[in-house]
């Protein structure tokens, strides 16, 4: 029986000739069959037409030197045209008037907390406000039997509760002198931890809890907290939104 011989080649007059009345994406999957085609799928004579009908502009930076391949300009362009948007940032399923914050804060010579709150997170929403950070007159819920002296261990406790008792998260608890800001107030600083899902890691490069306790005048009696969540890579606080989406990763089911 006489073996078949495999076919030959097309003659490479007719691969050039039926080259010419290809489209670009066929084109570029005929350049893979071999190097010879390849060389012949990557004509300038071929992709110059293309490039100029497709991308009349191109036709200015072909003009430059050195100019680019015509096809590889072609592909660059194509590539560009059909980049995606971005898609949209998630919306955090939370919002303040869901949440209940507490603060309880401690010194040594007190048997009761120097300040006990809680905040409905309604309130803070009569105010507008891009960031998540907040200050709140707590003149009324401070003890007014003590002050906070200078180089006094403090402890403070921040949590945030999501209403209906459907979960709590401790934003901050740390014991310690605090930070003093001239004679107006003293404040302190946690990182928290990551949040527990990739959808709510808005801020990759840390996180840090802030609490300030703002003074009177120089009898150091705490009438104002300050409470928000701080960058750690540009110290500037956490946009609200992102910090919805860092809250509702810990208080959501």
């Known amino acids: 029986m006489r073996r078949e011989e495999p076919p030959s080649p097309p003659p490479w007059e007719v691969v050039i000739l039926v080259s010419q009345y290809l489209d670009p994406s066929t084109l570029a999957a005929s350049s893979c069959v071999s190097k010879s085609w390849r060389t012949a799928m990557s004509s300038p004579n071929l992709w110059l037409p293309l490039c100029l009908s497709v991308y009349p502009s191109s036709s200015h930076l072909l003009s430059l030197s050195p100019p680019p391949s015509p096809r590889i300009l072609f592909s660059l362009l194509n590539l560009a045209s059909r980049r995606l948007p971005p898609p949209p940032p998630p919306s955090p399923l939370l919002s303040l008037s869901h949440l209940l914050f507490t603060l309880d804060v401690?010194?040594?010579?007190?048997?009761?907390?120097?300040?006990?709150?809680?905040?409905?997170?309604?309130?803070?929403?009569?105010?507008?406000?891009?960031?998540?950070?907040?200050?709140?007159?707590?003149?009324?819920?401070?003890?007014?039997?003590?002050?906070?002296?200078?180089?006094?261990?403090?402890?403070?406790?921040?949590?945030?509760?999501?209403?209906?008792?459907?979960?709590?998260?401790?934003?901050?608890?740390?014991?310690?002198?605090?930070?003093?800001?001239?004679?107006?107030?003293?404040?302190?600083?946690?990182?928290?931890?990551?949040?527990?899902?990739?959808?709510?890691?808005?801020?990759?490069?840390?996180?840090?809890?802030?609490?300030?306790?703002?003074?009177?005048?120089?009898?150091r009696r705490v009438i104002k907290v300050s409470l928000g969540l701080m960058r750690k890579d540009c110290c500037r606080y956490v946009g609200l939104r992102d910090a919805l989406l860092y809250l509702q990763s810990y208080l959501l089911p």
């Open 106 to 219: 401690f010194i040594p010579n007190l048997t009761t907390p120097l300040l006990s709150t809680a905040i409905k997170g309604e309130d803070l929403e009569k105010e507008f406000h891009n960031v998540f950070h907040f200050d709140v007159d707590v003149s009324a819920a401070a003890s007014m039997a003590a002050v906070v002296e200078k180089d006094e261990d403090v402890r403070v406790v921040w949590m945030v509760m999501r209403k209906e008792w459907g979960g709590a998260f401790m934003m901050m608890e740390v014991k310690g002198k605090g930070r003093e800001v001239g004679d107006t107030g003293l404040w302190f600083e946690e990182e928290v931890d990551g949040p527990k899902c990739c959808a709510a890691a808005a801020e990759r490069g840390g996180m840090v809890a802030e609490v300030g306790l703002v003074f009177s005048g120089e009898e």
